[in-house]
Every structure is written in C-alpha cells, then in structure tokens.
C-alpha cells in the first residue's frame, strides 16, 4: 500500500521494542500515524543476534507494557522468544507498522518533515520519532585493515556460531557483555585470546533468590537519570549481569586475557601489556555506534554529526528519539526500561502537536493504558507475519 500524498501526525521509524512501544503509547489518540521499518519482520534486530543469546532479564521483567512475556516468568528468554514476544505485541495492538521500508533521507522543509524511502516514495508527516536502534553498526577498529586476508574477520554483528570460525586462535576485542559472552563460548572449542578495554563491573544475575534488575527496579536505580550524580556514576560504571562473565572465571576457561589491542599485522596481534601472539579469526567486540548520516536536518546534530536530545526531544520542533542508550536512565535502551522514555516523549509530542479540544482528547486517549484496540485513524494495521 502507498503513502504517498497522505499527511502523517506521526512518523516513527524503526519498529523494534523502542517504536513499537512508543506507538502503544499512542494507541487510541487521534493521531494518523505509521511506522516503518527496512526489516521484513518484526524483531528481526533479536533474531539475527548470535545463536546463543539469552538475555539478561527474566521474562517477568522483559514484557513491554500491555502484554505478558509467555512463558516461565522467572526464566530467561531466548533471543528468538524476544523476537517473536515483540511480533506478538504489534499484531496484538494492531500497530501500524510497514515492513520492508527504509528511509533514505529525512528532512524537514516548510515545518513539515519528508522521508525518502528505498523504494522511492515520499512520505510526509508532522512530527518523528526515530527509533532506529542503539546499537546499530558495530565499531571496527582501524587495526581491522592491517591484518592478513587469511585471517577471518567477524563483528558482533555477524558472528552466529563458533561453526563460523576456523580452528585455531581466536582473538575478541572488546570486553563488554557481548565479547566475554562469545569468548566463553569459543573457548569450548578454541584457543581464545580476549583484549580487554577499561575497566568493567559484572554484577550478580540473582540476588536473596530475585534477579538483579528486580532489585535495581525496586531500589529506584532504574529511574536514575544521565544528569544525576548516581545516574552519571552507574553510566560510567556500565555494569552487567553474568557471574560466569567475570574475567577471574574466563581465566579459569583457560581464555588468554591480555590488555588493549594496540596494533595488528599480517597474523600478528600487540596488546598494550607487551604480549602478543598469532591468530587465525578476530572477532570485533567493541561496541556499537550510531548512524544518523540520512538524517539531514544540521539543525538536531552537534558539529560532530551526533544527534542532539534530551530526555529524547531534540532542538527541532517535532523531531524526537526514543530506544538510545542512555536516552535518560540505564533502561532506556533495554526491554525492561524503554517504555517510561515512550511515555514521555508521547506526552511531549501530544502537547507539541495538538491543541484545544484535539489536545484534550489525545492526551486522554494517551493516558488510558490497557485498552483501546488501536490507534484511530492509522494507515496500514499490522496483521500477521
Ligand atoms: C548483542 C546485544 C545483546 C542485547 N541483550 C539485551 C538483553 O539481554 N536485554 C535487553 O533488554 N536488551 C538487550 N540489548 C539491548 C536492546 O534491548 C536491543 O538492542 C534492542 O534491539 C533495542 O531495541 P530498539 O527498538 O531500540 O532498536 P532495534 O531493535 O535495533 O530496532 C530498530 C529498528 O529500526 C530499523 N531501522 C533502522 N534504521 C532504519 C531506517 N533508516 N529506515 C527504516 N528502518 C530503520 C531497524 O531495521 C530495526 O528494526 C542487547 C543489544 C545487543 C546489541
């Protein structure tokens, strides 16, 4: 079905757990609104993480608002439960979600904003809410280039299995959930070396018999935001659940743990302790950074190209975020956390967009939450898969 030539309240692009639930938020208002999203099916951004992830919360406290986690509530889902929990939640709210649809360009002319997809089409809406993702583009450092064709090179973002990997040495850069996650697993089979960065904090998965974001969430940890003391501590601090993550038991593992990679060459790899050692595949673990470079409107970036925001609204009239690490609190770009950060930024965007009696009703309808069978007025109601 095309858009073209239809006026949008809202845009929102990307429709994993951040779009998704933001457009719950937004359920019954008054408001046409449309997702989009370059994937072919919802939760594809879980599905094509690597085979064994499992995450870090239980099902009870990864649900987004409105729908139970199906399942042992005190178990942890897989990643493909998560994909499938967050295609049950459009189908269940009949969120307006167009699959198969990326933008190319957005900008904003007239006070209006225009999205170009792949396919050619202009969309046009009022106001955007990007959730295009945290975690988009793995980092690859530039040490990449100087190693030897012989050597395979994956990324968390491509790595799937150890099958993947030729026998022999392993090197994971970057020490974070993700890399120490993969090198445990890869020392089952392989020889593994793990660079490490700075340094990390592994907090315990369960506590006095509850997880340890039960107890975050129950202490208020969770509602800390970036600009308060503690929030900035816990930010910088950045720790992650998983005992069996500490560095003492990949050691144990027998995973060489050596400093920070500091140059490669042909097969050979430095690391800043002065060791150094030969290796057959590199798996980059460094995390992730954003990409923003469609987004054409300089007026929302800092004169490094990053995308300004606060608390997910961003200098430009009718252009917000939601699903950034760090948006606002330690949950923000998590399951359990996203959906306080949507419930903001609807209500600012109501208010931005609406005004009178039309301002009334919508905030009406946002704030009525567990009911309503969908958003009035939407283009496209998101069915099956
Ligand atoms: C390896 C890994 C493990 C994680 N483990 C956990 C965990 O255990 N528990 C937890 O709660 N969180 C975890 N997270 C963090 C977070 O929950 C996930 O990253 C989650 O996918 C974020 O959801 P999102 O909606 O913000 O972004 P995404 O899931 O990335 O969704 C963004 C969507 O936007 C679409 N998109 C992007 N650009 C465009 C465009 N230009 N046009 C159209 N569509 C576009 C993408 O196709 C994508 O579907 C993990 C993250 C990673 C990377």
Redesign the pocket.
């Known amino acids: 079905m095309t858009l073209e030539g239809h006026m949008l309240d809202v845009l929102v ?7 998704l639930v933001f457009a719950w938020q937004l359920r019954d208002a008054p408001l046409r609104l449309q997702l ?4 072919h099916r919802i939760g ?3 599905r094509h ?1 690597y085979d064994s ?1 499992v ?3 239980p099902r009870s406290l ?1 649900a987004l608002p409105g729908l139970p986690f199906p399942g042992e509530p005190e178990g942890y889902p897989t990643k493909d439960e998560a994909a499938e929990y967050l295609d049950a939640y459009a189908r269940t709210f009949r969120l307006p979600v167009r699959l198969g ?3 190319r360009r957005l900008w904003k002319e007239e006070g209006l904003f225009h999205a170009e997809t792949d396919g050619g089409e202009r969309l046009v809406a009022r106001a955007v809410v990007l ?6 583009e793995p980092v690859v450092p530039g040490a990449a280039r100087e190693l030897s064709p012989e050597v395979v090179q994956l990324t ?1 973002a491509t790595y799937r299995n150890p099958r993947q990997l030729p026998a022999g040495r392993i090197l994971v850069v970057g020490d974070g959930a ?1 890399g120490r996650q993969v090198a445990y697993e890869l020392a089952r089979e392989r020889e593994v070396w793990l660079a490490t960065g700075r340094r990390r904090v592994v907090a315990p998965q369960r506590l006095l018999g509850r997880d340890g974001f039960w107890w975050l969430l129950r202490l208020g940890v969770m509602r800390w935001s970036r600009e308060s003391a503690p929030g900035r501590l816990l930010r910088r601090l950045d720790p992650f659940p998983g005992p069996h993550l500490r560095l003492r038991r990949l050691r144990r593992q027998g995973i060489r743990v050596a400093g920070r990679l500091r140059e490669a060459r042909g097969r050979r790899v430095v690391f800043a302790d002065g060791r150094s050692t030969e290796v057959d595949g590199v798996l980059w673990a460094a995390g ?1 950074r954003e990409r923003n470079d ?1 987004v054409d409107i300089p007026a929302a970036k800092d004169e490094t190209g990053r995308l300004l925001e606060r608390r997910g609204v961003t200098p430009v009239p009718g252009l917000y975020f939601v ?1 950034r690490d760090w948006l606002w609190t330690r949950g923000s ?4 956390g ?1 959906h306080r950060d949507a419930a903001y930024v609807a209500r600012k965007l109501v208010d931005a967009l609406t005004s009178g009696t039309a301002r009334r009703g919508a905030r009406t309808a946002a704030a009525q939450k567990g009911r309503g069978e969908g958003i009035q007025g939407c283009v496209a109601p998101y069915q099956t898969s």
Do not use: P
Request: net charge negative.
């Open positions: 692009i990307g429709a994993g757990q951040a779009g989009v999203d370059r994937a594809d951004s879980w993480r992830l995450l870090f919360s990864s649809t990326e933008v959730a295009a993702g945290a975690f988009q968390a993700t992730y469609w699903g770009a998590v399951l359990l996203v």
